[in-house]
Protein backbone atom coordinates (compact mmCIF):
# COMPACT_ATOMS: atom_id res chain seq x y z
CA UNK A 1 0.00 0.00 0.00
CA UNK A 2 1.24 3.23 -0.61
CA UNK A 3 0.40 6.86 0.21
CA UNK A 4 0.67 9.54 -3.22
CA UNK A 5 -0.64 13.01 -2.43
CA UNK A 6 -3.78 12.65 -0.65
CA UNK A 7 -5.18 9.12 -2.04
CA UNK A 8 -4.21 6.00 -0.53
CA UNK A 9 -3.68 3.19 -2.88
CA UNK A 10 -5.00 0.05 -1.36
CA UNK A 11 -3.70 -2.63 -4.06
CA UNK A 12 -3.38 -2.18 -7.65
CA UNK A 13 -2.59 1.12 -9.15
CA UNK A 14 -5.49 3.68 -10.06
CA UNK A 15 -6.86 2.93 -13.40
CA UNK A 16 -7.15 6.31 -14.80
CA UNK A 17 -5.53 9.67 -13.34
CA UNK A 18 -7.24 11.94 -12.20
CA UNK A 19 -7.05 15.12 -9.96
CA UNK A 20 -9.09 15.09 -6.14
CA UNK A 21 -12.28 16.47 -6.38
CA UNK A 22 -12.93 15.40 -10.13
CA UNK A 23 -15.42 12.90 -10.47
CA UNK A 24 -13.84 8.94 -11.19
CA UNK A 25 -17.25 8.06 -13.35
CA UNK A 26 -15.66 4.17 -12.74
CA UNK A 27 -19.10 3.16 -13.79
CA UNK A 28 -18.74 4.29 -17.39
CA UNK A 29 -15.78 1.70 -17.69
CA UNK A 30 -16.89 -1.48 -19.75
CA UNK A 31 -15.48 -3.57 -17.52
CA UNK A 32 -16.58 -2.01 -14.24
CA UNK A 33 -20.08 -1.77 -15.58
CA UNK A 34 -19.80 -5.45 -16.97
CA UNK A 35 -19.08 -6.97 -12.89
CA UNK A 36 -21.89 -4.53 -11.31
CA UNK A 37 -24.35 -5.60 -13.74
CA UNK A 38 -23.99 -8.99 -12.27
CA UNK A 39 -24.91 -7.71 -8.57
CA UNK A 40 -28.57 -8.78 -7.06
CA UNK A 41 -28.99 -5.46 -6.76
CA UNK A 42 -28.83 -3.85 -10.54
CA UNK A 43 -31.93 -3.12 -12.54
CA UNK A 44 -34.96 -5.38 -11.39
CA UNK A 45 -33.46 -6.53 -8.27
CA UNK A 46 -32.89 -3.16 -6.46
CA UNK A 47 -35.98 -4.27 -3.93
CA UNK A 48 -33.92 -7.74 -2.84
CA UNK A 49 -30.67 -5.33 -1.43
CA UNK A 50 -30.38 -5.93 2.34
CA UNK A 51 -31.20 -2.14 3.57
CA UNK A 52 -33.75 -1.69 0.70
CA UNK A 53 -36.79 -2.27 3.67
CA UNK A 54 -34.92 0.35 5.97
CA UNK A 55 -33.90 3.12 3.45
CA UNK A 56 -37.76 3.43 2.21
CA UNK A 57 -38.54 3.51 5.23
CA UNK A 58 -36.92 6.45 6.11
CA UNK A 59 -38.79 8.15 3.14
CA UNK A 60 -41.60 10.53 3.46
CA UNK A 61 -45.01 10.59 2.16
CA UNK A 62 -43.76 11.36 -1.23
CA UNK A 63 -47.44 12.61 -2.36
CA UNK A 64 -47.13 15.88 -4.37
CA UNK A 65 -43.42 16.43 -3.50
CA UNK A 66 -40.36 17.38 -5.91
CA UNK A 67 -37.70 15.29 -5.38
CA UNK A 68 -33.95 15.38 -6.35
CA UNK A 69 -32.43 11.43 -6.39
CA UNK A 70 -28.24 12.56 -6.27
CA UNK A 71 -26.65 9.88 -8.08
CA UNK A 72 -29.99 7.80 -9.78
CA UNK A 73 -28.57 5.05 -10.79
CA UNK A 74 -30.42 2.91 -13.29
CA UNK A 75 -33.63 4.73 -12.06
CA UNK A 76 -35.54 2.24 -9.43
CA UNK A 77 -35.78 5.12 -7.02
CA UNK A 78 -36.56 7.57 -8.84
CA UNK A 79 -39.30 5.60 -10.80
CA UNK A 80 -40.73 4.44 -7.77
CA UNK A 81 -41.09 7.81 -5.98
CA UNK A 82 -42.94 8.95 -9.32
CA UNK A 83 -45.52 6.22 -9.21
CA UNK A 84 -45.87 7.04 -5.31
CA UNK A 85 -47.16 10.34 -6.52
CA UNK A 86 -44.27 12.47 -6.15
CA UNK A 87 -44.64 15.49 -8.53
CA UNK A 88 -41.83 15.11 -10.18
CA UNK A 89 -38.34 13.42 -9.43
CA UNK A 90 -35.12 14.71 -11.07
CA UNK A 91 -32.14 11.94 -11.54
CA UNK A 92 -28.62 13.34 -11.50
CA UNK A 93 -25.86 10.79 -12.50
CA UNK A 94 -22.40 10.80 -14.06
CA UNK A 95 -22.68 8.05 -15.64
CA UNK A 96 -23.88 7.74 -19.63
CA UNK A 97 -24.25 3.61 -18.70
CA UNK A 98 -26.49 4.14 -15.46
CA UNK A 99 -28.50 6.89 -17.22
CA UNK A 100 -28.98 4.94 -20.34
CA UNK A 101 -30.17 2.02 -18.31
CA UNK A 102 -32.64 4.50 -16.30
CA UNK A 103 -33.97 6.08 -19.60
CA UNK A 104 -34.79 2.26 -21.07
CA UNK A 105 -36.12 0.58 -17.96
CA UNK A 106 -37.01 3.24 -15.81
CA UNK A 107 -38.43 6.09 -17.59
CA UNK A 108 -41.54 7.83 -16.45
CA UNK A 109 -43.61 11.05 -17.35
CA UNK A 110 -42.55 12.87 -14.08
CA UNK A 111 -38.92 11.35 -14.21
CA UNK A 112 -35.70 13.49 -15.67
CA UNK A 113 -32.39 12.22 -15.84
CA UNK A 114 -30.15 14.55 -16.15
CA UNK A 115 -26.29 13.91 -17.17
CA UNK A 116 -23.70 15.78 -14.36
CA UNK A 117 -21.73 15.52 -11.49
CA UNK A 118 -22.52 15.82 -7.95
CA UNK A 119 -19.40 18.06 -7.54
CA UNK A 120 -20.68 20.63 -10.28
CA UNK A 121 -24.72 20.48 -10.34
CA UNK A 122 -26.74 23.38 -9.13
CA UNK A 123 -30.07 24.09 -8.67
CA UNK A 124 -32.19 27.20 -7.39
CA UNK A 125 -32.41 27.81 -3.35
CA UNK A 126 -35.61 26.01 -2.35
CA UNK A 127 -35.89 24.00 -5.32
CA UNK A 128 -36.87 20.24 -3.93
CA UNK A 129 -38.87 18.91 -1.01
CA UNK A 130 -36.99 15.79 -0.79
CA UNK A 131 -33.37 14.75 -1.57
CA UNK A 132 -32.35 11.10 -1.95
CA UNK A 133 -29.11 9.67 -2.57
CA UNK A 134 -28.48 5.63 -2.51
CA UNK A 135 -24.50 5.53 -2.12
CA UNK A 136 -23.32 8.05 -4.23
CA UNK A 137 -22.12 10.27 -1.37
CA UNK A 138 -19.07 7.88 -0.90
CA UNK A 139 -17.51 8.62 -4.06
CA UNK A 140 -17.43 12.40 -3.59
CA UNK A 141 -14.03 14.39 -2.02
CA UNK A 142 -15.81 17.55 -0.36
CA UNK A 143 -19.01 16.34 1.59
CA UNK A 144 -19.41 19.56 3.85
CA UNK A 145 -20.10 21.46 0.69
CA UNK A 146 -22.35 18.92 -1.13
CA UNK A 147 -24.56 19.08 2.03
CA UNK A 148 -24.57 22.78 2.28
CA UNK A 149 -25.09 22.87 -1.45
CA UNK A 150 -27.91 20.63 -0.43
CA UNK A 151 -29.20 22.41 2.29
CA UNK A 152 -29.92 25.34 -0.14
CA UNK A 153 -31.58 23.36 -2.81
CA UNK A 154 -34.02 22.04 0.18
CA UNK A 155 -36.87 24.24 0.56
CA UNK A 156 -38.12 25.18 4.44
CA UNK A 157 -39.15 21.60 5.75
CA UNK A 158 -37.61 19.69 3.54
CA UNK A 159 -36.09 16.40 3.84
CA UNK A 160 -32.40 14.59 2.93
CA UNK A 161 -32.43 10.87 3.10
CA UNK A 162 -29.27 9.37 1.87
CA UNK A 163 -27.28 6.33 2.36
CA UNK A 164 -23.44 5.46 1.99
CA UNK A 165 -20.76 3.16 2.97
CA UNK A 166 -20.55 2.98 6.88
CA UNK A 167 -16.85 4.00 8.27
CA UNK A 168 -16.09 0.58 9.75
CA UNK A 169 -16.46 -0.25 6.24
CA UNK A 170 -14.61 2.12 4.34
CA UNK A 171 -11.34 1.85 6.91
CA UNK A 172 -11.00 -1.85 6.28
CA UNK A 173 -7.78 -3.17 5.62
CA UNK A 174 -6.81 -3.78 1.72
CA UNK A 175 -8.93 -6.71 0.18
CA UNK A 176 -11.82 -7.86 1.54
CA UNK A 177 -11.43 -6.54 5.37
CA UNK A 178 -11.79 -9.99 7.00
CA UNK A 179 -8.98 -11.18 9.25
CA UNK A 180 -8.55 -14.83 7.83
CA UNK A 181 -7.18 -17.42 10.64
CA UNK A 182 -5.80 -20.60 10.29
CA UNK A 183 -7.73 -23.12 7.66
CA UNK A 184 -9.25 -20.01 6.24
CA UNK A 185 -11.94 -19.08 9.18
CA UNK A 186 -13.27 -15.57 8.98
CA UNK A 187 -11.74 -14.81 13.08
CA UNK A 188 -12.69 -10.79 12.92
CA UNK A 189 -13.09 -7.30 10.70
CA UNK A 190 -9.81 -5.58 9.47
CA UNK A 191 -9.91 -1.49 11.13
CA UNK A 192 -7.01 0.84 10.64
CA UNK A 193 -6.00 4.05 9.60
CA UNK A 194 -9.76 5.56 10.98
CA UNK A 195 -8.48 9.04 11.48
CA UNK A 196 -6.85 9.16 8.15
CA UNK A 197 -9.77 10.32 5.89
CA UNK A 198 -9.69 10.72 2.19
CA UNK A 199 -9.71 8.69 -1.27
CA UNK A 200 -8.71 4.92 -0.65
CA UNK A 201 -8.52 2.89 -3.88
CA UNK A 202 -9.93 -0.66 -4.25
CA UNK A 203 -10.25 -3.54 -6.54
CA UNK A 204 -14.10 -4.13 -7.39
CA UNK A 205 -14.13 -6.03 -10.89
CA UNK A 206 -11.65 -4.03 -11.53
CA UNK A 207 -8.30 -2.06 -9.68
CA UNK A 208 -8.68 1.75 -8.89
CA UNK A 209 -12.10 1.94 -7.80
CA UNK A 210 -11.77 4.86 -5.98
CA UNK A 211 -14.22 5.86 -2.95
CA UNK A 212 -13.79 8.39 0.38
CA UNK A 213 -13.38 7.34 3.58
CA UNK A 214 -14.80 9.50 6.25
CA UNK A 215 -15.30 8.89 10.03
CA UNK A 216 -18.37 9.00 11.21
CA UNK A 217 -18.09 12.11 13.25
CA UNK A 218 -17.29 13.64 9.89
CA UNK A 219 -20.49 12.38 8.46
CA UNK A 220 -22.80 13.44 10.97
CA UNK A 221 -21.25 17.44 11.83
CA UNK A 222 -21.14 17.63 7.38
CA UNK A 223 -25.53 17.12 8.19
CA UNK A 224 -24.97 19.65 11.41
CA UNK A 225 -22.92 22.20 10.29
CA UNK A 226 -25.23 22.69 6.74
CA UNK A 227 -27.85 23.47 9.20
CA UNK A 228 -29.77 20.83 8.66
CA UNK A 229 -31.73 18.57 12.09
CA UNK A 230 -30.55 15.14 12.57
CA UNK A 231 -33.24 12.77 12.49
CA UNK A 232 -32.58 9.82 12.16
CA UNK A 233 -29.64 7.03 11.55
CA UNK A 234 -29.62 3.77 10.38
CA UNK A 235 -26.75 0.85 10.39
CA UNK A 236 -28.68 -1.47 8.85
CA UNK A 237 -28.59 -5.66 9.80
CA UNK A 238 -30.11 -8.59 7.40
CA UNK A 239 -33.03 -9.23 8.97
CA UNK A 240 -33.76 -13.45 9.03
CA UNK A 241 -36.04 -13.94 6.03
CA UNK A 242 -32.64 -11.86 4.24
CA UNK A 243 -30.14 -13.98 5.50
CA UNK A 244 -32.32 -17.65 4.75
CA UNK A 245 -32.49 -16.48 0.84
CA UNK A 246 -28.62 -15.32 0.56
CA UNK A 247 -27.06 -18.16 3.14
CA UNK A 248 -23.31 -17.21 1.68
CA UNK A 249 -23.99 -13.62 3.40
CA UNK A 250 -24.09 -14.69 6.88
CA UNK A 251 -21.35 -12.54 7.95
CA UNK A 252 -23.33 -9.50 7.02
CA UNK A 253 -24.25 -9.04 10.76
CA UNK A 254 -20.48 -9.00 11.79
CA UNK A 255 -20.00 -5.51 10.99
CA UNK A 256 -21.98 -2.34 9.27
CA UNK A 257 -21.56 -2.20 5.39
CA UNK A 258 -24.15 0.96 5.14
CA UNK A 259 -24.94 4.05 6.91
CA UNK A 260 -28.26 5.61 6.50
CA UNK A 261 -29.13 9.17 7.38
CA UNK A 262 -32.22 10.87 7.32
CA UNK A 263 -32.24 14.80 8.18
CA UNK A 264 -34.54 18.11 7.62
CA UNK A 265 -34.52 21.99 6.79
CA UNK A 266 -35.73 23.73 10.06
C1 LIG B 1 -23.66 2.24 -6.11
S1 LIG B 1 -24.33 3.10 -7.48
C2 LIG B 1 -25.96 3.42 -6.85
C3 LIG B 1 -26.94 3.80 -7.93
C4 LIG B 1 -28.35 4.01 -7.45
N1 LIG B 1 -28.43 5.13 -6.52
C5 LIG B 1 -28.89 2.74 -6.83
O1 LIG B 1 -29.23 2.75 -5.65
O2 LIG B 1 -28.96 1.72 -7.53
C6 LIG B 1 -23.54 4.69 -7.37
C7 LIG B 1 -24.00 5.67 -8.43
O3 LIG B 1 -23.42 6.93 -8.15
C8 LIG B 1 -22.96 7.50 -9.37
N2 LIG B 1 -21.89 8.43 -9.07
C9 LIG B 1 -20.67 8.14 -8.54
N3 LIG B 1 -19.94 9.25 -8.42
C10 LIG B 1 -20.70 10.27 -8.88
C11 LIG B 1 -20.50 11.67 -9.02
N4 LIG B 1 -19.36 12.23 -8.63
N5 LIG B 1 -21.50 12.42 -9.55
C12 LIG B 1 -22.67 11.85 -9.95
N6 LIG B 1 -22.91 10.52 -9.85
C13 LIG B 1 -21.95 9.74 -9.31
C14 LIG B 1 -22.51 6.32 -10.19
O4 LIG B 1 -22.40 6.62 -11.56
C15 LIG B 1 -23.55 5.28 -9.84
O5 LIG B 1 -24.64 5.33 -10.73
Known amino acids: MIFS ?8 PS ?4 NVGEPQNIYDDPKFFAGYSTLERF ?21 GRRVLDLGCGG ?13 EVTGVDVSERMLALARAEFAHPRVTYTRAALEDVEFAESRFDLIVSVLAFHYVDDYAGLLRRIA ?7 ILVYSTEHPIYTARLPGEGWVVGEAGRRTGWSLDRYAEEGAREE ?12 MLATLINGVLD ?8 VEPMPGEQWLRDHPQAADERRRPMFLLVRARKA
Open 5 to 12: GKIWVMSE
Open 15 to 18: REPR
Open 43 to 63: GAGWNRAMEHAELLGLLPDVG
Open 75 to 87: GQLAHHLATRGAA
Open 152 to 158: RWLAPGG
Open 203 to 214: RWFVPGVRKVHR
Open 226 to 233: AGLVLERL
